[in-house]
Nanobody, 124 residues
């Protein structure tokens, strides 16, 4: 499966952006999808994940209440609505897909396909 992330750009603090991730190729309808991000000089961190049917979502504490993950299975698309953006949200955002067990949605090792990343810059 190939993943293509888009929607990154510049925003002011308090603003919003919506990221999109398109899946193509041999997609599996039973896979979970997730967003991770990597800030300059830091390791890649978990942001949010959604299970295969959209019935369960998981968020990092740093984005809970501000970001919303969703998916359109028919269109093979994943979204991340980012509201109330903060300068610390500045990072390259990556989408990923895999079949994590219940306790591993936040771990990079649970995902076996990754997109190329889209850059988000939030100014204060």
């Amino acid at each position: 499966v190939q993943l293509q992330a888009s929607g990154g750009g510049f925003a002011q603090a308090g603003g919003y952006l919506r990221l999109s991730c398109a899946a193509s190729g041999r997609t599996n309808s039973r896979t979970a999808m997730a967003w991770f991000r990597q800030a300059p000089g830091k390791e890649r961190d978990f942001v949010a994940a959604i299970n295969w049917n959209g019935g369960a979502t998981y968020y990092a504490d740093s984005v809970k209440g501000r970001f919303t993950i969703s998916r359109d299975k028919a269109a093979n698309r994943l979204y991340l609505q980012m509201d109330s953006l903060k300068p610390e949200d500045t990072a390259v955002y990556y989408c990923a897909t895999g079949i994590p067990i219940l306790s591993s949605y936040g771990f990079q090792s649970a995902y076996n396909s990754w997109g190329q990343g889209t850059k988000v810059t939030v100014s204060s």
